[in-house]
């Protein structure tokens, strides 16, 4: 990658930081991003959203370690995917600290047997102490679907999960293009947060 393309390329990830929105005005991401200059990127590009809190960003992987994908904004906000499932954020102001989806992850994959699996949230409470959430989930449904990412057209399996708590509950949904890769995610990752929502916008 050439100087020029690199400083336009680090300058498209600073604009659409979530940092950006420090002022009130967010940027939407959709708005500055071609799929001419997704091309041209020489890394892995991620768009997640947050529309609890009203944010978005694209993030870029910045390492990887025992199966999750850590990426990042430019100015720092991280999140932690196992196989596009959330495993972790950081930076968000309401973080989740870790979890094991491993029932969430063999389902987005297409794998997993019928029935209900669990999924474990850990949060840090007001006070700073450790606080555990159990989730029930199972999948309620897989239909083929066609995704536009931002001018990529996808033929993906879309997995829809339920996941219940005692009082309430929450639909997740993956979509697995047919390599495995899940390039869609929209998933509850907590009640300060809400839903996360992901896109991989690169081939």
């Known amino acids: 990658m050439g100087p020029v393309l690199a ?11 979530l940092a950006a929105c420090a002022s009130g005005a ?9 799929r001419e200059t997704l091309d041209a990127s020489p890394t ?11 944010t978005a960003a694209t993030l870029a992987p910045v390492a990887a370690r025992d199966g999750v994908v850590h990426w990042q904004t430019a100015d720092g906000v991280r999140i932690s995917l196992r196989d596009g499932v959330a495993v972790a954020t950081r930076g968000t102001g309401f973080d989740l600290m870790s979890a094991d989806v491993e029932g969430s992850r063999r389902a987005a994959l297409g794998a997993g047997a019928a ?10 409470d007001g006070e700073d102490q450790i606080a555990f959430v159990t989730l029930q989930c199972r999948v ?3 239909t083929a679907e066609t995704l536009d990412l931002i001018g990529l057209g996808v033929a993906t399996i879309r997995t829809d999960e339920r996941c219940h708590l005692p009082d309430r509950s929450f639909d997740n949904a993956y979509w697995r293009r047919a390599d495995g890769t899940v390039v869609k995610a929209r998933q509850w990752i907590g009640d300060g947060a809400g839903y996360l929502l992901t896109e991989r916008l690169t081939r």
């Open 7 to 17: 400083m336009r390329w680090r300058a498209l990830l600073l604009l659409t930081g």
């Open 26 to 34: 967010a940027v939407d991401p959709r708005s500055v991003l071609t």
């Open 44 to 54: 892995p590009i991620l768009l997640a959203e947050l529309p609890e809190l009203e």
């Open 115 to 124: 029935g209900y699996y669990p999924r474990f949230h850990t949060y840090l």
């Open 140 to 142: 309620t449904g897989r």
